[in-house]
């Protein structure tokens, strides 16, 4: 989808990143990223450095069924149980807060 931007659409997101102007990336994200609404699933894929080779997929609903948006916190719940508190956990090196929603992270 990236690619075909135009070079003006292209600066615009890549520029607002750049300057942290998130109204100009957002305006240009929002043409690339379908509402969470049209999501169905968010891949989630866990690898666990207590158990060499672990690699567990995981679709998980960005919405609940009361069209809420999840979060990081409910996706970890939902494959950890009671023990998701406990884990330590990043996305591409970085530790996301477990507030944020599902389909930001998709």
Do not use: Y
Request: glycine share 8%; hydrophobic share 40%; net charge negative.
């Amino acid at each position: 989808m990236v690619n075909n931007l135009s070079v003006s659409d292209s600066n615009d997101l890549f520029g607002g990143v750049q300057s942290h102007d998130f109204g100009r990336f957002w305006a240009i994200n929002d043409k690339l990223i379908p509402p969470s609404s049209e999501l169905r699933h968010v891949p989630v894929r866990i690898v666990r450095r207590d158990q060499p080779g672990f690699v567990q997929l995981e679709p998980i609903a960005p919405l609940s069924p009361d069209q809420q948006e999840r979060t990081l916190g409910d996706a970890l719940a939902d494959c950890f149980g009671a023990l998701a508190p406990l884990k330590r956990f990043t996305i591409e090196g970085v530790s996301p807060s477990v507030d944020t929603p599902l389909a930001w992270l998709g």
